[in-house]
């Protein structure tokens, strides 16, 4: 199955109306996403949801019988309602509790899924590859220099490539690459460890932030509640090309890399 494209999703957001309680009722209005629901998905229908979790951009809804995941696409969104609540036009999913409250999947590019799996979920084939959660111990400098040994790959490439860790997309990336002073188009196996030790912990503390502040509200994303993610006003290269850096106050420069907008101080992140 191809890769799907960075978005926000909001695991803590769901959890207190969906965890512990059991699903009566699984709607599909619009099965056509980016691959078919199954019919599968009604075996939902009778059980409980035991565990909610995040692997990469997937929401995992767990249960003893089976797991359903979940990607929201381009700009796909989940939203928490009460039974009954009309459904719009890009409504394509409801998920109905015994609680008297329903999750519904929107989405108008139907770029996201919904599938179901009774395997453990990272055996799914989605998942099976993925690299390191960013947030865990797991992902730390040393594990970055060792598998950058012997790449040409570009840096920026190197740490948005889900094989070696997940969730560092474009914006994290630039803003990472940026505090860490490393030029995004710098060959990932000729960084040393130290710069390595570095970007790791700037990754972390500008995933974290981001975290802290609801994501990074783009178009027309917004959060499981509805309301958007600050951490826009907090990013200092991203969308910002033509403007002075806030270091230095050189005018800081955009490329494309792998077709994605890239920003960069050339005083602060020198390409050598």
Request: hydrophobic share 35%; aromatic share 6%; net charge positive.
């Amino acid at each position: 199955m191809p890769e799907l494209p960075e978005v926000e999703v909001s695991r803590q957001g769901i959890s207190p109306f969906m965890l512990g309680e059991t699903v009566m009722r699984v709607v599909v209005r619009n099965a056509s996403l980016r691959w078919p629901i199954p019919a599968e998905i009604q075996e939902l229908v009778g059980l409980t949801i035991t565990g909610i979790r995040r692997r990469a951009k997937y929401l995992l809804l767990e249960t003893d019988w089976g797991t359903a995941i979940l990607h929201l696409g381009m700009s796909g969104n989940l939203r928490v309602l009460p039974h009954g609540t009309p459904a719009g036009k890009h409504d394509h999913v409801d998920i109905e509790l015994g609680n008297g409250k329903l999750l519904r999947l929107n989405d108008p590019r139907r770029f996201g899924c919904l599938l179901w799996t009774r395997e453990p979920a990272e055996q799914h084939a989605l998942l099976v590859k993925l690299g390191p959660e960013p947030l865990t111990d797991v992902f730390d400098g040393d594990y970055l220099y060792q598998r950058s040994r012997k790449r040409k790959t570009a840096i920026k490439q190197f740490i948005m490539d889900n094989h070696v860790v997940v969730g560092v997309g474009n914006i994290y990336a630039n803003e990472s690459l940026f505090t860490a002073g490393i030029h995004p188009r710098h060959p990932a196996g000729e960084i040393d460890r130290d710069r390595y030790l570095l970007l790791a912990a700037e990754i972390k503390s500008v995933l974290a932030r981001a975290i802290g502040q609801g994501g990074t509200t783009l178009k027309d994303f917004t959060g499981s509640d509805g309301k958007p993610g600050y951490f826009v006003q907090e990013l200092q290269v991203y969308g910002k090309a033509g403007q002075p850096c806030g270091n230095c106050g050189a005018e800081l420069r955009e490329i494309r890399m792998g077709g994605r907008s890239t920003v960069f101080c050339p005083l602060c992140q020198p390409e050598t």
